[in-house]
Nanobody, 115 residues
Framework: QVQLVESGGGVVQPGGSLRLSCAAH????????VGWYRQAPGKQRELVAH???????NYSDAVKGRFTIARDDAQNTVYLQMNNLKPEDTAVYYC?????????WGQGTQVTVSS
C-alpha cells in the first residue's frame, strides 16, 4: 500500500522559514515525478515546485528564489525548504508522486503565514 506522509507545516511570521517533508512508503521517489502543490481557501490547487527522477527541478514564479525542493534517496523523502515566507503563501501543501501507472497524494499539511 502506497502512502505519502507530509509534515513540517505550522504557523510562521512573514519573513520566516519552514521545511516541509514528504516521506514515501510503498514506492521509491527516485523513479517518480514528485511535486509540491498548495491550495488556499477558495482557490485552485497549484503546483509550486517539482523534482524529476533525474533531479531536475522547477518552480512557479510565485516561489522562485524563495523555495527549494530536494530529494533524499536514502530517506526516500522529498523536502520543500520555504524561506522568506509571505502571507500569500498560506495554504494547505500537498505532496504528489506520479509516473505511468501511478498517481499518489499525501494528506496535506497546513502552512499559515501571519503576524
Amino acid at each position: 500500500q502506497v502512502q505519502l506522509v507530509e509534515s513540517g507545516g505550522g504557523v510562521v511570521q512573514p519573513g520566516g522559514s519552514l521545511r516541509l517533508s514528504c516521506a514515501a512508503h510503498g514506492i521509491r521517489f527516485n523513479i517518480y515525478f514528485v511535486g509540491w502543490y498548495r491550495q488556499a481557501p477558495g482557490k485552485q490547487r497549484e503546483l509550486v515546485a517539482h523534482i524529476t527522477h533525474t533531479s531536475s527541478t522547477n518552480y512557479s514564479d510565485a516561489v522562485k528564489g524563495r523555495f527549494t525542493i530536494a530529494r533524499d534517496d536514502a530517506q526516500n523523502t522529498v523536502y520543500l525548504q520555504m524561506n522568506n515566507l509571505k502571507p500569500e503563501d498560506t495554504a494547505v501543501y500537498y505532496c504528489n508522486a506520479v509516473r505511468l501507472g501511478g498517481n499518489f497524494w499525501g494528506q496535506g499539511t497546513q502552512v499559515t503565514v501571519s503576524s
